[in-house]
């Protein structure tokens, strides 16, 4: 992927206007006084959280819109607004619980002394998000953050400026420097914020930018949850249902043009099938958009160098003998100028093609022939471990083998991207894909330390154990041994 962003000029550390250093020694100072917010205290950011953004929902869609070129309210609205809303609800309703000391069980040898857990918030978060769903990206890590009863600074991407400053702004209204910070800026803020000693880190972005993240962290032995990206496959079996699978996948891939880091990548089923699978897909797209350019529903690639790149993998896989079939008739200079992709599926292809090897992160779509499932099951365990796997179909024992025989981040069964919005269940990647998780509980655990604490017992028997050491304390021991 293009990693810099030529429209955005990188300032100099004098110009940045705030010194991250000094916000961050102010929120360590600041969480010192008060190491262990109150419920009521995180209940009250998280509520103010939640109505902040609720008062901002149109200036946030039209932020967002402006930063990508287009994007529909309606898209804000499913993939970030009420995203947030469902985490901020979850959040209200199991904190209380996730916060409670809770007992755990002690092992024979050791009663009667007895065991506990007591989460404790880390200190100070530090997020980066990346631009494709800019307001979820930022604030989803951070109802985790305030929840397990943290501050956080948050370092937004530098293509949805727009976003970036309404957001930092919005945030700066309920929240004292303290508390909640935002730090907008290029590359140089960013790599200078993931290189600052935050309790834990938090970045969402691609694969590569996630090495050097993780690399910076690890000098000062910050933990990371990395959330990145990769190939995403969807498998389709003989059994499935096809006028239910089409739609679900072209949804999958169009959402916010493809942008989308679980969107299906690329998708494997039976040659014979590919021909009827692609026209209805094509024929499925020009329904859900009947114009691609100048239609206010579909989105418009992020920036000029993210187009491009798309355009290049297309040029490179029709260069090595692909098909290319694009949806609708648009004009092609008037989509170019709209940054528009349209629905393109592409057959025939090898695996020397760069499609074939990079996240595509746009509305391509190659169909690949697998003949059987262990065939599927193969290419996908020879390749990087993905962020998510879609399979569609009706045989449960195909779908328990394959569920129990990849690895995947996550996984949605009969559906696209729908696993990441459950908050009952952990949200990340594994291997190249990501590492640690969050959303809902494992969000909770991810920004706390589960303390172990083992409370001794007047009536130990542990001095027996003490030396010096005899005949009794080799019985001790063997009685131990029995017991252990
Ligand atoms: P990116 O990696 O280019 O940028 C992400 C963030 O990293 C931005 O805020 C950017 O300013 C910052 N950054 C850039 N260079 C940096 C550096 N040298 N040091 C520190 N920070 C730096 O990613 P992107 O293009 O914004 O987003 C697209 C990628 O993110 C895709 O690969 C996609 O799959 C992935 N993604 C993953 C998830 C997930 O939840 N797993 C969600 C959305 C996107």
Not at 127 to 141: E, G, H, K, T
Not at 299 to 317: F, G, K, P, V
Not at 405 to 432: C, K, L, M, R, Y
Request: net charge neutral; glycine share 8%; aromatic share 8%.
């Amino acid at each position: 992927m293009v990693r810099i962003n030529p429209d955005v000029k990188s300032k100099t550390k004098a110009n940045w206007g705030f010194d991250l250093n000094a916000i961050l020694a102010k929120q360590k100072t600041a969480f010192n006084t008060n190491p262990n917010p109150s419920w009521d205290n995180r209940k009250a950011n998280l509520i103010k959280l939640r109505t902040a953004i609720d008062a901002n929902a149109d200036a946030f869609k039209t932020a967002i819109s402006d930063d990508f070129g287009n994007r529909a309210y309606e898209e804000t609205t499913i993939a970030e607004l009420l995203v947030i809303q469902g985490g901020i609800n979850h959040a209200l309703k199991h904190t209380k619980k996730w916060m409670k000391t809770r007992r755990a069980p002690t092992a024979l040898q050791y009663l009667p002394a007895s065991n506990k857990i007591i989460p404790q918030p880390l200190g100070v978060i530090g997020i980066i998000s990346p631009w494709n769903y800019p307001l979820q990206l930022a604030i989803m890590p951070l109802i985790g953050a305030l929840g397990a009863g943290n501050r956080a600074m948050i370092k937004p991407s530098e293509y949805t400026p727009k976003l970036s400053e309404l957001m930092k702004t919005v945030l700066g209204e309920i929240f004292t420097e303290d508390e909640v910070f935002v730090a907008t800026g290029g590359v140089d803020v960013a790599s200078a914020f993931s290189a600052l000693p935050f309790d834990h880190l938090l970045f969402t972005g691609s694969t590569s930018v996630g090495r050097i993240v993780a690399e910076a962290a690890a000098k000062n032995l910050t933990p990371c949850t990395l959330e990145l990206g990769g190939k995403s496959p969807t498998i389709i079996d003989e059994s499935a249902n096809m006028s239910l699978t089409v739609p679900r996948i072209a949804n999958g891939k169009l959402l916010n043009a493809g942008q989308t880091c679980v969107a299906p990548d690329y998708v494997l089923m039976p040659q014979a099938k590919i021909d009827a699978f692609s026209d209805a897909i094509i024929k499925q797209a020009e329904a859900f958009y009947p114009t691609f350019a100048g239609n206010p529903d579909y989105t418009s690639i992020i920036a000029d160098s993210h187009y491009a790149r798309l355009q290049d993998l297309l040029e490179d896989a029709e260069n090595k003998g692909a098909k290319i079939r694009v949806a609708g008739d648009d004009d092609k200079q008037q989509l170019a100028k709209e940054r528009r992709v349209p629905l393109t599926v592409v057959t025939d292809t090898t695996p020397d093609m760069r499609i074939m090897q990079e996240e595509i992160f746009g509305p391509l779509l190659p169909v690949v022939s697998s003949e059987t499932l262990d065939d599927a099951m193969d290419y996908v365990q020879s390749r990087e471990r993905p962020l998510a796997l879609y399979w569609f179909g009706e045989d449960s024992a195909k779908r328990e083998k394959v569920l129990h025989q990849t690895i995947s981040g996550g996984v949605s069964i009969n559906e696209t991207a729908w696993h990441v919005v459950q908050e009952d269940i952990p949200f990340g990647g594994v291997g190249p894909s990501g590492m640690g998780a969050y959303h809902g509980e494992d969000g909770f655990r991810a920004f706390s330390h589960m303390k172990g604490v083992f409370t001794q017992s007047r009536f130990s028997q542990g001095k027996t154990l003490f030396p010096p050491y005899t005949k009794k304390t080799h019985k001790m021991l063997g009685l131990m041994k029995k017991i252990i």
